[in-house]
């Protein structure tokens, strides 16, 4: 492991001054992909990824690039947005270049990048982001241009867009605690985890306190392998920084956005395959018919729904309301859901005598849900990648077999956490199955909510 790290460190150290060109490539790679299909007929029915270029660009985005770059912070932390992310990078050209104003507060509160999420992740729903390459022009293009605007306008040779508000960059900085790549301050200074202008790292980590993986985009830049007491690149078994969550900085705020997150993209997932959806739309429309509420089956505006009549979808305003009301009833659901068990897995662990106040409890056993959580979503986004395993000898039994492997190792691997996170608080073994449950109950249901999005109904 030692030896691999120190491989994989001087690698990249002794060759980053040529990242800037590898970003540069990733950036014509990201106008092709969301820039061609705009200049594409539509495919016709019997296309394919392999005889048509747009399909080929939607299969690149939606069955390689998301699941692969969720898939890969576990082995490999936040090397995407590090090393190759040409919206990071950008950002961060433009702030070289900008007048490099203070942060605002508005920025830096924690709750920015959960609004940014939501509302991103809900827009990318109604316009048909995986459909329509318009849309995804729309959600992609816009999220680059505001990562432009908000890298020119604020910080100081820093990326606060990455740190503050990116939509992607919170689900991956989560995600990345279970990774196995670290950087490691070789001495500690103590009073935990703070963010500081001041230094080279351009997310703000006063380096010499840094416990956490989560604003960590394994840039290299404080890596210098010939100073001593620097930092290092480190690697450890997956899940490690979770399992020990009390030794690094547990934030009550990332747990809420873990179940909130949880629950919206389950009910993006969730509208298009359950047939009560479909049932309270058609209620909802009639209701608005005999209450002459007109507007509400009229189409709306085309940058907010999808309206493509050539390719027979058109959104009315009801279908805008069902849908976002439908992800939010499942984000408030999700999050109530886990919140209660978690409380209870909290409240039962101080009885069998974990240390620590209920608060510091609920946010340190709310992470178990992260393995849960990234298996479904990638098993849900990656559903294109996994069909092409029925084209091969495997067959269906294959596309099965892959995503219910997927599915049983985040279950296992929850639970694993939880378990392991109890111990941590101090929950003697022979008592630790009782606080263990409500973490069990929540995994399984996490898992199941995600059944019919995944496996079908
Ligand atoms: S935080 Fe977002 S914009 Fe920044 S590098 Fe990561 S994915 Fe790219
Ligand atoms: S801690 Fe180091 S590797 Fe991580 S983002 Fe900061 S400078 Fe880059």
Same mark, same amino acid.
């Given at each position: 492991?030692? !030896?691999?790290?120190?491989?994989?460190?001087?690698?990249?150290?002794?060759?980053?001054?040529?990242?800037?060109?590898?970003?540069?490539?990733?950036?014509?790679?990201?106008?092709?992909?969301? $820039?061609?299909?705009?200049?594409? /007929?539509?495919?016709?029915?019997?296309?394919?990824?392999?005889?048509?270029?747009?399909?080929?660009?939607?299969?690149?985005?939606? @069955?390689?690039?998301?699941?692969?770059?969720?898939?890969?912070?576990?082995?490999?932390?936040?090397?995407?947005?590090?090393?190759?992310?040409?919206?990071?990078?950008?950002?961060?050209?433009?702030?070289?270049? @900008?007048?490099?104003?203070?942060?605002?507060?508005?920025?830096?509160?924690?709750?920015?990048?959960?609004?940014?999420?939501?509302?991103?992740?809900?827009?990318?729903?109604?316009?048909?982001?995986?459909?329509?390459?318009?849309?995804?022009?729309?959600?992609?293009?816009?999220?680059?241009?505001?990562?432009?605007?908000?890298?020119?306008?604020?910080?100081?040779?820093?990326?606060?867009?990455?740190?503050?508000?990116? /939509?992607?960059?919170?689900?991956?900085?989560?995600?990345? !605690?279970?990774?196995?790549?670290?950087?490691?301050?070789?001495?500690?200074?103590? @009073?935990?985890?703070?963010? *500081?202008?001041?230094?080279?790292?351009?997310?703000?980590?006063?380096?010499?306190?840094?416990?956490?993986?989560?604003?960590?985009?394994?840039?290299?830049?404080?890596?210098?392998?010939?100073?001593?007491?620097?930092?290092?690149? *480190?690697?450890? !078994?997956?899940?490690?920084?979770?399992?020990?969550?009390?030794?690094?900085?547990?934030?009550?705020?990332?747990?809420?956005?873990?179940?909130?997150?949880?629950?919206?993209?389950? $009910?993006?997932?969730?509208?298009?395959?359950?047939?009560?959806?479909?049932?309270? !739309?058609?209620?909802?429309?009639?209701?608005?018919?005999?209450?002459?509420?007109?507007?509400?089956?009229?189409?709306?505006?085309?940058?907010?729904?999808?309206?493509?009549?050539?390719?027979?979808?058109?959104?009315?305003?009801?279908?805008?309301? #069902?849908?976002?009301?439908? #992800?939010?009833?499942?984000?408030?659901?999700?999050?109530?859901?886990?919140?209660?068990?978690?409380?209870?897995?909290?409240?039962?662990?101080?009885?069998?005598?974990?240390?620590?106040?209920?608060?510091?409890?609920?946010?340190?056993?709310?992470?178990?849900?992260?393995?849960?959580?990234?298996?479904?979503?990638?098993?849900?986004?990656?559903?294109?990648?996994?069909?092409?395993?029925?084209?091969?000898?495997?067959?269906?039994?294959?596309?099965?077999?892959?995503?219910?492997?997927?599915?049983?190792?985040?279950?296992?691997?929850?639970?694993?956490?939880?378990?392991?996170?109890?111990?941590?608080?101090?929950?003697?073994?022979?008592?630790?199955?009782?606080?263990?449950?409500?973490?069990?109950?929540?995994?399984?249901?996490? @898992?199941?909510?995600?059944?019919?999005?995944?496996?079908?109904?």
């Amino acid at each position: 492991m030692k !030896r691999l790290s120190l491989l994989v460190e001087s690698f990249i150290v002794h060759h980053r001054r040529r990242l800037i060109w590898l970003h540069a490539f990733m950036f014509l790679v990201f106008l092709a992909v969301i $820039g061609g299909p705009l200049l594409l /007929p539509d495919p016709p029915g019997d296309a394919t990824p392999l005889t048509n270029l747009r399909l080929a660009a939607n299969y690149a985005l939606w @069955g390689i690039w998301f699941p692969f770059v969720l898939l890969s912070v576990i082995f490999t932390g936040r090397a995407w947005c590090g090393l190759l992310c040409p919206m990071g990078a950008a950002s961060e050209w433009a702030n070289r270049v @900008g007048p490099q104003r203070a942060i605002p507060r508005w920025l830096s509160w924690e709750g920015t990048p959960l609004v940014s999420f939501i509302f991103i992740t809900t827009l990318g729903q109604t316009v048909g982001v995986r459909d329509h390459p318009e849309a995804a022009a729309e959600i992609f293009g816009g999220t680059m241009l505001m990562a432009v605007l908000i890298g020119f306008l604020f910080g100081r040779r820093k990326r606060a867009w990455c740190r503050h508000m990116c /939509p992607i960059g919170r689900v991956l900085g989560l995600y990345s !605690r279970l990774g196995a790549v670290q950087f490691e301050p070789a001495v500690h200074l103590p @009073g935990g985890d703070a963010r *500081t202008e001041r230094g080279i790292c351009p997310t703000m980590i006063d380096l010499p306190r840094k416990t956490e993986s989560r604003h960590c985009i394994a840039c290299f830049r404080c890596v210098n392998p010939q100073a001593r007491g620097g930092i290092a690149m *480190t690697l450890r !078994r997956p899940g490690a920084e979770i399992e020990g969550i009390r030794d690094h900085h547990a934030n009550p705020a990332e747990v809420w956005f873990l179940f909130l997150d949880t629950g919206l993209a389950l $009910g993006g997932f969730l509208w298009l395959v359950l047939p009560v959806f479909q049932t309270v !739309r058609q209620a909802l429309g009639e209701w608005a018919i005999d209450h002459r509420w007109s507007w509400l089956t009229e189409p709306g505006p085309a940058w907010l729904m999808s309206e493509h009549p050539a390719r027979a979808e058109v959104f009315l305003w009801l279908d805008f309301v #069902m849908i976002v009301g439908f #992800m939010v009833v499942c984000m408030v659901a999700m999050t109530v859901m886990l919140a209660v068990l978690t409380a209870a897995a909290s409240t039962l662990a101080r009885r069998a005598g974990a240390h620590g106040g209920f608060r510091r409890c609920f946010t340190e056993l709310g992470y178990q849900y992260a393995p849960v959580a990234l298996m479904s979503l990638i098993i849900g986004l990656g559903a294109e990648l996994f069909e092409m395993i029925r084209v091969t000898a495997l067959g269906p039994a294959g596309v099965s077999a892959v995503k219910g492997g997927l599915f049983l190792i985040g279950l296992v691997w929850s639970i694993w956490l939880g378990e392991r996170i109890l111990t941590r608080q101090g929950v003697p073994f022979a008592r630790r199955w009782v606080p263990l449950l409500p973490g069990l109950i929540g995994s399984v249901a996490t @898992g199941l909510a995600w059944w019919p999005a995944i496996f079908g109904i």
